[in-house]
């Protein structure tokens, strides 16, 4: 359960056990900003710690004052560097991780801020204090309430109420990545999905196997052969009344990733239970549509699917048909995200009539070599969409960088057999494997009978975390569902 955030204005030093209180970098040493009369009240020398400890009020910095006083554990200085929102996400989060030994935390970060400020407080705040068990005896979060002091309370209530929507949305995709995939089949996602769609009003519709033969949806298929867990594709529909804009979300459902026939090594499949981390993200995003109020509608499909290298797996060299007709020849079936986003890309131009689609998915290791493990990459044949994602991104504190679609790198993807094939050619001498795999889904947005504006996020670096950094955690982040919703809210 998301931590509860509140909103009060008074005394700091009787809304927790915890109290903290932001500090700026000074001349000599840091300010201390809102929330100074408490330390008076408590009789504590900020100074003095703050010298102690050779702050310098820079974000993330946290010193500890041992109280245990007057209700009272501990005050924490927190450093908010320039008091960017992305300076107080940093802070927030250090400041609930040091938190974590009491039951209440009260804090002034967010006083004085606008909209964004209070938001950018509160959702790191709960993104921040995530965890994920299962241990035979849980142990409990200990902090129970966040508490936010800041002069206007009416103002704040509502940041509040949108970043409390945002959080339990995160949590939601990372719980769905995180759970191990001895349980999280493509039919397990498909209930999960089920039961939330139940609660915040959405239309579901699933293909089962025999539904995906009929209709077509060979890449879907061609991935989950191999696997005694048969396929599914999920779409969730948020239809408000009046909607003038229909958006539709794609990500990648993969349970677990094997490599199937191509099979990875031991180490390289560790972490592939989040392969689903793009359906993970879509779902929790279609979560906190109605709670957040979005205008437009949105269709969500989660093609989903276990890459296992079962006695009927696809094997190099099979060619395989997709939705609406285009073959792939399949060199690599470790390049298997691409076949079912494939299918469902197609679907969604061919029925859905939308006015954009963005895809999301944890595709390739060739971006996360060349941005790193916080930037997701952006491919899109849009610049206004490529824009108003970036900015969203921004806003809601990821990291989106637009990469190019090299139109020169197109015939890596030539096959001698088919319409494509699903890795690009080595003998070309074309690196940029992000590159090549976002031209491959391209093929599949450009051939409905209209243009559609079209983006895909390329986030298997940011998707997985392996220790805890500002407001993400060790283990899946949920990255996407924070741009996601952001855009959304704003358009």
Known sequence: MPLPIEVTRGSLARAGRVLAIPTSPGKTRPQIGSGADALETLEIDAKAALTRDDAKGEPGEVVT??????????????????????????????????????????TTLAAGQDERGVRA????????????????????????????????????????????????????????????????????????????????????????????????????????????????????????????????????????????LSLKPNEGMVAMKTDMSGGAAVIGAMSALSALGVRSRVTALVPLAENMPGADATRPGDVITHYGGRTTEVLNTDAEGRLVLADALSYAVANLAPDAVVDIATLTGAASLGLGKRHGALFSTSTELTGELVAAADYAGERLWPMPLVDEYRSALD???????????????????????????REFVGNGPRKVPWAHLDVAGPARADGDEDEVTKGATGFGVRTFLRWLEAT
């Open 65 to 106: 004052i041992p109280v245990g006083r007057r209700g009272v554990d501990t005050v924490l200085l927190a450093g908010i560097g320039d008091g960017s929102p992305r300076a107080l996400r940093k802070a927030a989060a250090a400041v609930v991780r040091r938190s974590n030994g009491s039951e209440s935390l009260a």
């Open 415 to 441: 096959s001698p057999v088919a319409d494509l094939q699903n890795i690009g050619d080595p003998e070309t001498h074309f690196s940029g494997g992000a590159i090549t795999a976002a031209l491959f889904l």
């Open 121 to 260: 407080v509160a959702e790191a705040l709960g993104l921040a204090s995530y965890k994920f068990q299962r241990k035979s005896e849980p142990k409990p979060p200990k902090l129970q309430r966040a508490t936010l002091v800041v002069d206007d309370v009416a103002a704040a209530r509502d940041a509040v109420v949108r970043a409390s929507a945002t959080i339990a949305a995160v949590h939601t995709a990372r719980d769905l990545a995180n759970t191990p995939s001895l349980e999280k089949s493509p039919q397990w996602m498909v209930e999960r999905a089920q039961e939330m769609a139940a609660l915040k009003g959405l239309g579901v519709d699933v293909w089962d196997e025999a539904r995906l033969a009929a209709e077509g949806f060979g890449g879907i298929l061609a991935v989950g052969r191999g696997s005694t867990r048969p396929p599914r594709l999920l779409q969730l529909t948020w239809a408000p009344e009046g909607a003038s804009r229909h958006v539709v979300l794609v990500g990648k459902g993969i349970t677990f990733d094997s490599g199937g």
